[in-house]
Every structure is written in structure tokens, then in C-alpha cells.
């Protein structure tokens, strides 16, 4: 049933067409425009016609460097864009210290406008610099979250793939620009079925927008002692069959006590609440990324009861695993 939803005609008469800038800046993510081109293209492909234009834009009309080497020239300079119903600053990488003045002018302009705006990986610092990011949550990869926070400390600045609030739109960079515009594909003019599509035309599933980017541990903790990181990795690496906490200990060279207070103090949890809490993330990426059964699921993260997998895994995420399934399903 689902695959004949999924291959309904979507073609019906034209609507409004939908007018997006991408903003390119020196040292731009080439696969993140890609990824922001591709949805738009299929979608048009889908729908059987133009729904949804797209245009690139530079301060200039000269070839502009993407972070590896690559020139493109853009469609139109900044000042010749016409009008628009959402821009993307396409991020560059790494962040410059400077040259954002004729850039942040024209974004404060679009958004007098009612230009909806999106930051895409590090083009959410371009946002943030122009002033448009107060006030609304937002995301950026992983790697730079510390440096947009040093500059604007007011910002939420969450560890999330994608962040939609109101009309800003962000996402964390690679190939998360995928999930921000099949997300944007679902709302008007698109529809759940578009986007349901178009994933499956990109040979790719829907990721949930609250979904969190993962970040290397070393990266993650990298203020607390070696010993932790060393024993959370190792709960990371064994998830299918959960080590005891004497054998981590014993593999550390530490004792058990050590190794629990160790935890409490830096972390506030003894080693087998995290070791519980990596265990139930992994179930929820399997139960919401995958089709495999709950009992599966279950074993793969040690849980031998179906029934306490899932009494676990409602209280710790507040609905059972095929209700959580359920919820992020297409129409």
C-alpha cells in the first residue's frame, strides 16, 4: 500500500512558482549546492513541470572558488536578483574573518522583503552576522558550532541536522541539505508525497529534522579525561553485547569504583545509565531509518526482552518504538 502512495501522480495545474536564490561565497561547499540543487530538479521532474526555479547568485558576476577549487559562475549578481521567496547562503569553508558587509546589507534587504532565509552548513554564520538569526533556533556542522556561539553567545544553537523556525531555515552541512529541502518539499506548494518521491528518488530516506548530527566523541567531550572518552567508545563500538562495567574498567587499567565516579563526576550518570542511553540512540536510528523488525532491533542493542526494550524505550523517548516509527512515517 505504502508503494502505491509513494507512486501517485502528483501532476495537477500550475500553482505559483517558487522563486530561490543560493548564494554563493568564496570557499562555498560544492556538495552542499548540490545537495540544495538536486531535491528542486526532481521535484520539478515529479510534479511535471516548473514548480520550483532556482538561481545561483555572487556579490559579482565572476566565477567563484568552492572550498575544493572548483569555479562556478553564478546565474546573476546580488543586485540584479529580481525577486526571490527564500534565499540559501551556500557556506564556505573555513569561515573568513571578514568581507561580509556587502553580503550582510543584502540579506537585512530580503528579509524586509518577507524573503524567507536559510543558512546551509556554515551559511548560517552569514545569517547570524547580518543580525537574522536572533531570536530563532538554528544549526550549523558540528565543527564550527563553538565558533558561532563565541560570536553570538544570544544565539539557540542547536546539535540538530536541520532547523526549521518560521521562515529560517539551517542545516548542519554535507550532505544535510538533502533533508532540509525534501522537508521544505512536504509544505505548500509541495506535499508529503512529493517529498516522500523525491527521497526515494535520491536514493535516500527522510531523516528526522530533530534528528542530531554525530559528533565524534573525542570531539564531543574533549574537556574530560582520556579514560572516559576511552570507555565511551568502547560502549559505542559495543552495543549488540553490552560490556559489564568491571570489564571496561579492566580494559582502562582503572577499578570499578574509579570508573564510576569518574562518570558521576563529569558526566552525572553512572556507566550503565550511559552505557543505556548510547544503547536506546542506536535503537532509535535502526526503528526510525530502517524497516527492520522490533525484535531485531532489539537484540542488536542487547536487549534479549522485546518487552523491556520497550518499556525502555518509551520512557526514554516518550512513545513506543513502532508509535515512533509510525509518527515519522510519509503519508
Known sequence: MAKKNRSKDLRRPAAELQRYGLLLVPNFSLIALAAVVDPLRLANGVLGRK??????????????????G??????????????????????????????????????RRQEARGVALGGVDTGSF??????????????????????????????IVTNHLVEIDRDRFTCSGGVSPLD????????????????????????????????????????????????????????????????KPDEIAGY????????????????????????????????????LRSSRGLDEVAQS?????????IARYRRAFGKTPAADRAARQPA
Not at 514548480?51 to 575544493?68: C, K, R
Not at 569555479?71 to 557556506?91: C, H, T
Not at 556561539?149 to 544565539?155: I, R, S
Open 51 to 68: 514548480a520550483y526555479e532556482y538561481v545561483t547568485l555572487g556579490v559579482a558576476l565572476e566565477p567563484i572558488a568552492s572550498s575544493d
Open 301 to 309: 542493542v542487547g536487549f534479549t526482552s522485546p518487552s523491556h526494550f
Open 126 to 155: 552569514y545569517l547570524a552576522r547580518a543580525g537574522l538569526l536572533d531570536g530563532y533556533r538554528c544549526t550549523i556542522h558540528w565543527e564550527d558550532r563553538d565558533a558561532l556561539l563565541e560570536h553570538f553567545p544570544q544565539l
Open 180 to 243: 532540509l529541502m525534501t522537508l521544505l518539499l512536504s509544505r505548500p506548494p509541495g506535499s508529503r508525497e512529493l517529498a516522500a518521491q523525491v527521497s526515494d528518488l535520491l536514493v535516500s530516506q527522510q531523516r528526522s529534522p530533530d534528528e542530531r548530527q554525530h559528533v565524534p566523541l573525542r570531539q564531543q567531550f574533549g574537556h574530560v579525561p582520556g579514560p572516559l572518552i576511552d570507555a565511551l567508545e568502547m560502549m559505542e563500538s559495543n552495543v549488540e553485547e553490552p560490556l
Open 70 to 107: 572548483i569555479r562556478v559562475l553564478p546565474d546573476l549578481p546580488i543586485a540584479d536578483s529580481g525577486p526571490l521567496d527564500a534565499v540559501f547562503v551556500i557556506g564556505p569553508n573555513p569561515i573568513p574573518k571578514r568581507g561580509f558587509g556587502e553580503v550582510s546589507n543584502w540579506l
Open 252 to 287: 582502562l587499567g582503572i577499578s570499578r569504583r574509579t570508573l564510576e565516579r569518574l562518570f558521576l563526576r563529569q558526566l552525572g550518570m553512572s556507566p550503565a545509565q550511559k552505557y543505556l542511553e548510547i544503547r536506546l540512540e542506536r535503537a532509535r536510528l535502526a526503528m
